[in-house]
């Protein structure tokens, strides 16, 4: 099964794809994560993507679409796959469907802006690992500390109050239009984001599975 998940930044979709991850055991593929590797990695590509990031701009269309090309390519991804944070332009959804790549579903979660600047700005992710957390919904056991790998919990860049604005506005101009894109090829799925973790991933599923 190919998935696509769609919504706002800190829609919590990342959260998402992890829980379709272990329910049906194909990988969940980030593209920020993939560019945030890349970054701390200080590769050509992390040059190229993080002054974009840190201004809470979209990545250019063609160096994504290159890194989504090679990830599917990989072996884990021939009995399907997950992706979180791709498309984010209608390019980037053509480029999808000229790959040859049929999606099954895209799954969007909904949640108003006014709970996304609540959330991004109190969201705390591991500098090694990625994982993340939530300062009051989600806090790591120990403040600063990463559960999964002892690393440190930090604010990312792109998480600062007037870089969140500008990402909205990013999501409301150039991903939001995705949704009729595939409204009207019937694979749109909306899942409405609840206040609990757990309410939103029973709804998440109900919808892979409908
Ligand atoms: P979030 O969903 O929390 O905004 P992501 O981790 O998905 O964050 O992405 C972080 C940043 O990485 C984005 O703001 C953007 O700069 C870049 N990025 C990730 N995926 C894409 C994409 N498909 N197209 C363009 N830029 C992207
Ligand atoms: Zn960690």
């Known amino acids: 099964m190919n998935l696509i998940l769609l919504g706002a930044p800190g829609a919590g979709k990342g959260t998402q794809a992890e829980v379709i991850c272990n ?93 996304i600047m609540q959330r991004l700005s109190g969201r705390r992710v591991c500098a090694d690992c990625g994982a993340s957390y939530h300062i009051e919904y989600k806090p790591s056991k120990s403040e600063g500390v990463c559960d999964k790998c002892g690393g440190e919990t930090v604010l990312r860049k792109d998480d600062h109050p007037d870089t969140i604005k500008d990402r909205l506005h990013v999501y409301h101009e150039q991903t939001e239009p995705l949704k009729d894109y595939y409204q009207q090829t019937g694979k749109l799925v909306v899942v409405q984001g609840q206040e609990d973790v757990a309410d939103t991933s029973a709804l998440t599923l109900k919808a892979v599975e409908a």
């Open 23 to 115: 329910h049906l055991n194909i990988p969940a593929i980030s593209t920020g994560n993939i560019l945030r590797e890349a970054v701390k990695n200080g590769t050509q590509l992390g040059l190229e993507a993080k002054s974009f990031m840190d201004s809470g701009a979209l990545v250019p269309d063609e160096i994504v679409i290159g890194i989504l090309k090679d990830r599917i390519g990989e072996d884990d991804c021939q009995n399907g796959f997950i992706l979180d944070g791709f498309p984010r332009t209608v390019p980037q959804a053509k480029a999808l469907d000229e790959m040859g790549v049929q999606i099954d579903k895209v799954i969007d979660i909904e949640v108003a802006d006014e709970k």
